[in-house]
């Protein structure tokens, strides 16, 4: 998606980027930037993912979030060393955010799977205090619908083919902006 929202959005994420990791935090006129709303930012450099860092609850204002995921992905991503200034004009930045959440109520696996919308969905897990989730982009490296759910079991620190009853699924969607 692009259009005044989308580019917006991606400014916010490349200027939280930009100014790096102790910066404060500015202010957005923009009404639309001061409503709630969850959000990722996902970099990458070239092909390879470079920070992935989002929020799954609606908890901050919709500027907030992106910058401070943003900030995040580019400094504090547990997976990677901070983005060095010699990488910042080689890195893509996208925004999702993400629609409120819907479970997924499903009693076995085969349940769950046959739910699944491959493309549409991205999908929370969570078990007795675990939680993981896959972004609706996901589905394009895993596109077979246990493929996706065991590999998001395994982020959850769980066997691939884990399934108990107390195991909750809900599902959302993203407006993904480039």
């Not at 992935?52 to 991503?77: F, K, P, Q």
């Not at 996208?94 to 491959?118: C, F, H, I, M, T």
């Not at 083919?161 to 195991?167: E, G, N, Q, Y």
Request: net charge negative; with cysteine.
């Amino acid at each position: 998606m692009s259009g005044p929202r989308g580019e917006r959005l991606l400014a916010i994420a490349r200027d939280a980027i930009r100014v790096g990791a102790d910066a404060g935090l500015p202010e957005w006129p923009e009404g639309w930037l001061r409503e709630r709303a969850a959000t990722f930012v996902t970099l990458r450099l070239g092909d390879e993912l470079r920070g992935c860092i989002g929020t799954i609850e609606a908890v901050r204002m919709l500027g907030e979030d992106v910058y401070s995921n943003a900030r995040a992905a580019a400094y504090r991503d547990p997976r990677f060393p901070p983005v060095s200034r010699s990488e910042l004009a080689a890195i893509t930045v996208e925004v999702s955010v993400l629609s409120a959440r819907s479970p997924v109520g499903a009693w076995s696996e085969d349940e769950a799977l046959s739910q699944l919308r491959p493309g549409i969905d991205g999908i929370v897990l969570e078990y007795e205090g675990r939680r993981a989730t896959f972004l609706p982009q996901v589905w394009e490296m895993l596109p077979d619908p246990l493929e996706f759910l065991s590999h998001l079991r395994m982020k959850a620190d769980l066997p691939a083919r884990f399934w108990h009853p107390h195991l909750h699924l809900s599902r959302y969607t993203v407006e993904k902006y480039l």
